[in-house]
């Protein structure tokens, strides 16, 4: 900066400089041009004087002829006319004394000039006097004695001497100022060069610094451009103000964030023209605690989180502000800046995360109460078993009868139990499946003699399809068995007596699949998408077979956390077959 301002101030050194002389040459040039226009007057001013002169020797000559005319003939005619000439000279000389009062030495000529002609005229009016008093002869006695024409020839020698004067003092007049005129134009085409000169530096150096200012101006609109770039591309909203808290910015993501642009209102009118609230969505936010007005009075804001809703924001954005004074090197509080963030986002993590903390909670106390409730409950099973087989006494068919209904009521409780403990282990941490090489062949097998004799008692055909050769495959065997059990007993329940379930394994290309189909009512189209959601239950399994919605869910978690399928196929009175797709190869352990 103090680079350009010494370029500055030599150009204008240099400009003042070719001024002063500019000025000079201008005041030379009108001094000279007054010497020429006196040296003009005075010139016209001497001829008219000479042309005067010359006219006033007329005049006398015509008074001299007039004179001798009237002594000869007599003629009145003739005395008029010297008398006229007469007039006509006296006014001459008194018209030239008066015209040339500011010349003394013509003065003195003209006096001298006065005088003669005096005596002149009064020998010529002696003359005429004579002529009439008398006679012609003694009147041109008289003419004869005065000489005639030497008095005149003595008036004329005198003017012309005198005029032989002016025009030599014209003349001198002339030369000096010629000569005045010939050093002038030698001081003119001297300063013209200088100036030449200095106007050739002070161009120069006027384009290169009109040259640096051009490439400053470039770096300018360069960085310009890219600060626009920077505060357009930027997720923060930027809103500055000057000292007077006029709005001197408003950057794009300002406007996307409160929803409306630029307006001309003061920061403190803000709150009610774009709806900024407290943190509690219902408070409209102070006028006089507005961040950018406390900024431009010199306070800092730090993290003042605020709602922001209006016709653009129905729903509203919470902004998260921090505002800042402006000030510059002299301490002089410029402005204030204001940066908004949108923390909605984070707001709605941060409920989510709040939500699901309590979820998670939740879960955690129906975990642990589902494990505590499973140890008495298979405890009361055993006893259950106990006394049905009679070793703390006989039964009669009645008493085990209800003992059995009973036990079945407990296994069911212990089933539901066992199913909310895998779902939470499965949600909880999939990591916790034990994969190993599994016989699947051998586990549906078992699952499948687990149920035979309840099947027999209810006249209920198993069907069990199988390869010869075993099917191997990386699985988590008790999640798999848990869910070979899961789909064998609800077919058991929805399979009425004398009906069949079949129950097929297969590998197809790079997947193993497990279906099990029933004869039951079947289900509806319209609910099959919905059979694997968490305690969803259609109205055939209402009807027929109350339960708590978990087993099909468990199912599919179970599939999923193996990375497989499952499928359900079923019409209305045809039954249902559920499908189940796992790889052949799974991983040695499941990514988290």
């Not at 030239?96 to 001298?112: C, D, G, M, T, V």
């Not at 390869?467 to 065997?477: C, E, L, M």
Request: aromatic share 8%; hydrophobic share 40%.
């Amino acid at each position: 900066m103090s680079g350009e301002w010494d370029k500055t101030k030599k150009f204008f050194m240099g400009s003042g400089l070719i001024l002063l002389i500019v000025g000079y040459v201008f005041l030379l040039s009108y001094k000279n041009a007054f010497k020429l226009l006196d040296l003009e007057r005075s010139i016209n001013h001497s001829y008219q004087y000479v042309s005067q002169l010359h006219e006033a020797l007329t005049t006398m000559k015509a008074a001299e002829a007039g004179a001798e005319s009237y002594v000869i003939t007599g003629d009145n005619e003739y005395l008029k006319s010297f008398q006229t000439a007469h007039t006509a000279f006296a006014r001459f000389i008194t018209e030239l004394r008066i015209a040339n009062a500011a010349f003394p030495e013509r003065q003195s000529w003209l006096a001298k000039l006065e005088k003669l002609s005096k005596d002149r005229f009064a020998r010529i009016q002696n003359i005429i006097d004579t002529r009439q008093s008398k006679g012609f002869d003694a009147a041109r006695e008289a003419l004869v004695i005065d000489g005639g024409n030497k008095g005149f020839d003595q008036l004329r020698s005198v003017a012309a001497a005198h005029e032989t004067e002016v025009i030599a003092h014209l003349n001198g007049q002339v030369d000096q100022s010629v000569l005045d005129s010939k050093n002038a134009a030698n001081v003119f085409l001297l300063l013209d060069a200088v100036i030449l000169l200095l106007f050739f530096i002070l161009m120069r150096r006027l384009y290169q610094h009109i040259n640096e200012l051009d490439r400053s101006e470039r770096e300018l609109q360069a960085k310009g451009r890219l600060l626009n770039l920077v505060l357009d591309s930027i997720s923060e909203g930027l809103m500055v103000c000057d000292e007077n808290k006029t709005l001197v910015m408003f950057n794009p993501a300002a406007e996307r964030i409160v929803g409306f642009g630029t307006c001309e209102l003061m920061p403190e009118e803000w709150p009610r023209h774009y709806g900024f609230y407290l943190a509690d969505q219902k408070t409209a936010f102070p006028a006089d605690r507005f961040p950018l007005t406390l900024a431009a009075g010199g306070q800092e804001v730090n993290d003042v989180e605020m709602f922001i809703r209006n016709g653009r924001r129905p729903f509203g954005v919470f902004v998260s502000v921090n505002a800042r004074p402006l000030i510059d090197k002299t301490g002089s509080i410029r402005g204030g800046v204001m940066v908004c963030r949108d923390i909605s986002e984070r707001k709605r993590l941060q409920e989510q995360a709040n939500h699901l903390h309590i979820l998670q909670e939740r879960e955690d106390f129906m975990a642990a109460l589902t494990h505590d409730l499973k140890n008495p409950l298979v405890g009361a099973d055993r006893v259950l078993d106990i006394l049905i087989g009679g070793k703390l006494g006989e039964l009669d068919d009645n008493q085990k009868e209800v003992l059995l209904q009973l036990k079945q009521s407990n296994e069911d409780l212990i089933d539901l139990i066992r199913n909310l403990i895998d779902i939470y282990r499965l949600e909880r941490d999939i990591r916790s499946l034990q994969l190993s090489d599994c016989n699947l062949t051998k586990l549906c097998t078992d699952a499948v003699s687990e149920i035979e004799l309840l099947a027999r008692s209810r006249n209920i055909e198993l069907q069990f399809d199988h390869p010869r050769t075993p099917i191997y495959g990386q699985a988590d065997y008790m999640s798999i068995k848990r869910l070979m059990q899961n789909l064998l007993n609800n077919a058991l329940k929805f399979t009425p007596a004398d009906g069949f379930i079949k129950i097929k394994l297969e590998v197809d290309y790079e997947q193993v699949i497990i279906s099990v189909q029933d004869s039951g009512p079947g289900i509806p189209e319209e609910e099959i998408d919905r059979l694997f959601e968490r305690f969803w239950q259609g109205l055939p399994g209402k009807k027929y077979a109350p339960g708590s919605g978990l087993g099909l869910h468990l199912c599919r978690e179970i599939t999923e956390a193996h990375h497989g399928s499952i499928a359900c196929h079923s019409k209305v009175g045809e039954g249902a077959i559920f499908t189940v797709y796992l790889p052949v190869h799974q991983p040695a352990a499941v990514p988290a």
